[in-house]
């Protein structure tokens, strides 16, 4: 039976992708958002798109008013491991972030949202459990006591616990993803704000044959990687399961960052070299210490499977060749 929907943050990478197929499978959905999809049309991907900041509670207010079956909390300051591992937006990243949820929660409890989706991030874990970059544990229940890398984990948590508490006090049926990296067409890819994925492939498509492109960090610190197509698989499939704790979303197919820098060098066909750059040299370069994050961090996928009953599915190879041919395209506009 189609659905009323909203997708608040759906003007970015995830929410676009998930209005679009919300809307595909013949549902009513609104997107909000602080600014246009860059893009998708809005006939595109949804049925009414509205411009609105979500850290001012009147707003939140009036765009969750309509009696809405469900409702996908993507809205956040967010970015790639510049914008949040540098310590230069903390300020920004968490008060921005905690304002809108508080004000989500609330507004999705007065106007009796049926079910609330919420995500948060594999940076909810604790560093001292990341440090081996073949053996990280991400398991759910690993996330306390808490001790995230970043600012970004340690709001991710809090509001985690604040739409857990509003389940707890006001009876809001919420699902809590923890997503591990994900990745696709249609998101970030220049600027300061695009995640690993698009950053390497875009240097190598952009680096001309016989050149080298730089990784940041040694390149031995690994992480796992999820195509968006499985991702919305894996929302829906923890949309209709009956738990409401936080889940892991995220391929576990651990990768090292230099491995993945060459899948990308391999999918442009060139001749390219990697050059790793860290500790001093790269700080004297750019001004603030290399943000590599966690050592190691990679998705642990029991507790989806025990209550969905399904599994997720991630090609790492064929996603990054779908995501290369799409910012080939991009890099080829904007010349
Ligand atoms: P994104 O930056 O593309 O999308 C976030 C959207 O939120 C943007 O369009 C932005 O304009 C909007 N937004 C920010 N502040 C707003 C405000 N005050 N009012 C209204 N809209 C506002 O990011 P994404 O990669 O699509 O991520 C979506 C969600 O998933 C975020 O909450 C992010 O923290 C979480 N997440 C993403 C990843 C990932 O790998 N992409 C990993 C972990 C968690």
């Given at each position: 039976m189609?659905?009323?929907?909203?997708?608040?943050?759906?003007?970015?990478?995830?929410?676009?992708?998930l209005a679009k197929r919300l809307k595909s499978q013949g549902n009513w959905v609104r997107v909000v958002d602080i600014k246009f999809h860059s893009y998708f049309e809005k006939d595109e991907f949804c049925d009414e798109f509205l411009i609105g900041d979500l850290a001012d509670p009147a707003t939140a207010s009036e765009v969750l008013s309509g009696s809405f079956d469900e409702v996908y909390q993507l809205a956040a300051d967010m970015g790639g491991a510049e914008y949040l591992f540098s310590g230069l937006n903390d300020a920004n990243v968490m008060s921005s972030s905690a304002l809108i949820n508080i004000h989500v929660v609330k507004a999705a409890v007065k106007h009796g949202v049926k079910k609330l989706f919420f995500s948060s991030s594999a940076c909810v874990y604790p560093e001292f459990n990341q440090m081996d970059p073949l053996n990280p544990n991400c398991e759910e229940d690993s996330a306390y006591p808490a001790q995230p890398d970043s600012e970004y984990g340690w709001e991710k948590l809090f509001s985690e616990r604040l739409y857990l508490a509003f389940r707890k006090n006001y009876g809001l049926n919420v699902r809590i993803a923890r997503f591990h990296n994900i990745f696709g067409p249609f998101g970030t890819w220049s600027g300061g704000k695009e995640k690993a994925p698009a950053a390497m492939l875009r240097k190598a498509i952009e680096c001309e044959e016989g050149g080298e492109i730089e990784v940041w960090g040694d390149g031995s610190q690994t992480r796992s990687f999820l195509f968006i197509e499985d991702c919305l698989l894996a929302i829906e499939a923890l949309m209709e399961a009956d738990f409401s704790d936080p889940v892991n979303i995220g391929s576990e197919n651990l990768i090292s960052i230099n491995s993945m820098a060459e899948i990308a060098v391999q999918i442009s066909g060139k001749n390219i070299g990697i050059k790793n750059l860290c500790g001093q040299e790269f700080e004297t370069k750019y001004g603030f210490p290399c943000p590599i994050g966690v050592m190691g961090r990679n998705s642990h996928n029991k507790l989806f499977e025990e209550k969905t009953g399904s599994k997720i599915q991630s090609d790492l190879e064929s996603g990054l060749k779908e995501t290369y041919q799409w910012i080939k395209s991009q890099s080829e506009q904007s010349k």
């Open positions: 189609p659905k009323r929907v909203a997708v608040l943050g759906g003007g970015g990478f995830i929410g676009g992708h």
